[in-house]
């Protein structure tokens, strides 16, 4: 059976589909542009730094990491709303980290895999390279393991994903590629997100 584990043991949240639409989760290495609205002189491009922080203006050093984007904006708006009377402003994703996920079970090089935005894979045994280019896929990151074994049960591929926040809590879905060979059903190959 093939699964793709988080590579930390943490605490499995009630086993539940992932959201078609999940949210992004905020982590080191995200680069996030900040337009404060009636305050244009502090916005600007953010870096979150290995320690999950921010240096913000008026706000010093600002923890972001583990929050998704509308968690940040709110928690922004919190802040800013002390030190600002109009504390309008919009929180995007300008370049995102590349994202770290653990691949275990029946696959040629099971791993810690890191996944960009723009790959270049090829399964074993295939001595053709295949660019890949977009948000990394559960395909994506099995074809850079080096593809799938002889005993690999394709109905049966579970993610389990980490739940925003600091809990540590965990929800697990599950996938059948097959039916993404044979129908084309793409709601079985997800987007990945880092600790998958």
């Given at each position: 059976?093939?699964?793709?584990?988080?590579?930390?043991?943490?605490?499995?949240?009630?086993?539940?589909?992932?959201?078609?639409?999940?949210?992004?989760?905020?982590?080191?290495?995200?680069?996030?542009?900040?337009?404060l609205l009636d305050a244009p002189e502090l916005s600007g491009i953010l870096e979150i730094l290995n320690d999950g922080s921010s240096s913000l203006a008026l706000l010093g050093s600002v923890r972001l990491s583990g929050l998704t984007l509308n968690q940040a904006t709110?928690?922004?708006?919190?802040?800013?709303?002390?030190?600002?009377?109009?504390?309008?402003?919009?929180?995007?994703?300008?370049?995102?980290?590349?994202?770290?996920?653990?691949?275990?079970?029946?696959?040629?090089?099971?791993?810690?895999?890191?996944?960009?935005?723009?790959?270049?894979?090829?399964?074993?045994?295939?001595?053709?390279?295949?660019?890949?280019?977009?948000?990394?896929?559960?395909?994506?990151?099995?074809?850079?393991?080096?593809?799938?074994?002889?005993?690999?049960?394709?109905?049966?591929?579970?993610?389990?994903?980490?739940?925003?926040?600091?809990?540590?809590?965990?929800?697990?879905?599950?996938?059948?590629?097959?039916?993404?060979?044979?129908?084309?059903?793409?709601?079985?190959?997800?987007?990945?997100?880092?600790?998958?």
């Amino acid at each position: 059976m093939f699964s793709l584990l988080l590579a930390t043991t943490l605490q499995l949240a009630q086993a539940a589909p992932l959201p078609q639409f999940d949210s992004y989760i905020l982590g080191a290495g995200d680069q996030v542009e900040l337009k404060l609205l009636d305050a244009p002189e502090l916005s600007g491009i953010l870096e979150i730094l290995n320690d999950g922080s921010s240096s913000l203006a008026l706000l010093g050093s600002v923890r972001l990491s583990g929050l998704t984007l509308n968690q940040a904006t709110n928690y922004l708006t919190q802040l800013y709303g002390k030190q600002l009377l109009r504390p309008d402003l919009q929180l995007k994703v300008v370049r995102p980290r590349p994202i770290r996920v653990a691949l275990v079970g029946e696959i040629e090089r099971p791993g810690l895999y890191s996944l960009t935005t723009s790959e270049t894979v090829s399964t074993t045994g295939s001595s053709q390279a295949v660019n890949v280019s977009g948000l990394p896929t559960l395909v994506d990151a099995i074809q850079k393991a080096g593809g799938i074994t002889y005993n690999a049960d394709l109905s049966k591929v579970s993610i389990q994903r980490k739940l925003p926040g600091a809990e540590g809590s965990l929800k697990e879905a599950r996938f059948d590629l097959l039916a993404l060979v044979r129908q084309g059903d793409q709601k079985q190959n997800p987007l990945l997100f880092d600790g998958d």
